[in-house]
């Protein structure tokens, strides 16, 4: 039996109940959208804002996304490229290069990646050193200050030691990588790695490649904060900018590396589904 015809005006009440739905739909996917992209600095682009918004329970193709986007006059931030701070040490006794550009880990604290980079303020010239852990990319220390003082590499070096020990990590074995940099070179930093039974590894003179993955970060942190923010009028404000940014980066912001997961969340799901590992290494 043939289906009954469609009048005209059914085939018009239908077509416009379809356009309300999708306007309607492309509204709440454009709200979602919006709020993905301020709430991470401003900095998705169109693949991270589509991860959030899965990982959120709102389904929407990553086609229309970056149809929205574009429309909504949103994009993504490009990466800063700049120079190295960190002035080189004497020749004398200088520690081997145990990375040799292998920035691999098959654990947390395995490997650390040390180096400083600057921002120019209203005040003057600030100076901020992070020390990455290459397995979960989570910045484990970090300090900032207004000098290339020594203490401003130790300060972020002890930061990151007495939050993996108050966790009960045992840092034993563990290899701490910088640049050939005078601050890195310094008595007091490489006592404090020895105390800790950690081990030294410094990259080659004046090659950037030799200390990549923190350098990366350094970029990454210049363009989605200092960029992205400033300007600054001074230390002060952003030191406060600096602990926002770096909660955000190691607790929310999706990494294309770690499977579009947080760096913690990527930690703490390693530690349950390797739970041998995970007693080791705090034991």
């Given at each position: ?29 454009t709200g979602a959208i919006k ?8 900095v998705y682009g169109a693949r ?218 990527y930690e703490a799901l390693h ?13």
């Amino acid at each position: 039996m043939a289906p009954p015809k469609k009048y005209p005006d059914e085939l018009r009440e239908r077509a416009t109940r379809m356009a309300v739905e999708a306007r309607r739909d492309s509204a709440y996917a454009t709200g979602a959208i919006k709020r993905v992209h301020e709430d991470n600095y401003g900095v998705y682009g169109a693949r991270k804002v589509w991860r959030q918004l899965n990982r959120d329970g709102v389904d929407v193709a990553r086609c229309t996304a970056e149809r929205l986007m574009r429309k909504n006059g949103l994009r993504g931030l490009p990466r800063d490229r700049s120079p190295r701070t960190t002035r080189p040490a004497a020749e004398t006794g200088r520690p081997a290069d145990l990375v040799d550009r292998d920035f691999t880990a098959t654990r947390v604290n395995e490997l650390w990646v040390a180096d400083i980079t600057y921002v120019r303020t209203a005040a003057g010239w600030v100076y901020a050193a992070f020390v990455l852990d290459v397995f979960s990319r989570v910045i484990v220390g970090w300090q900032v200050a207004t000098s290339l003082y020594t203490d401003l590499a130790l300060d972020a070096l002890q930061m990151a030691i007495r939050r993996r020990q108050a966790a009960g990590a045992d840092l034993a074995g563990l290899v701490h990588h910088s640049n050939c940099g005078v601050q890195y070179r310094a008595v007091r930093h490489t006592q404090r790695l020895a105390e800790a039974d950690a081990v030294t590894s410094v990259g080659g003179k004046g090659d950037s490649y030799d200390n990549a993955m923190v350098e990366a970060f350094n970029s990454l942190c210049k363009a989605e904060l200092v960029h992205n923010k400033g300007p600054w009028r001074g230390i002060d404000d952003l030191e406060i900018a600096t602990v926002e940014y770096i909660d955000w980066y190691n607790n929310r912001r999706l990494h294309g590396e770690l499977g579009h997961l947080p760096p913690a969340e990527y930690e703490a799901l390693h530690a349950m589904t390797h739970p041998v590992t995970a007693t080791l290494e705090t034991n």
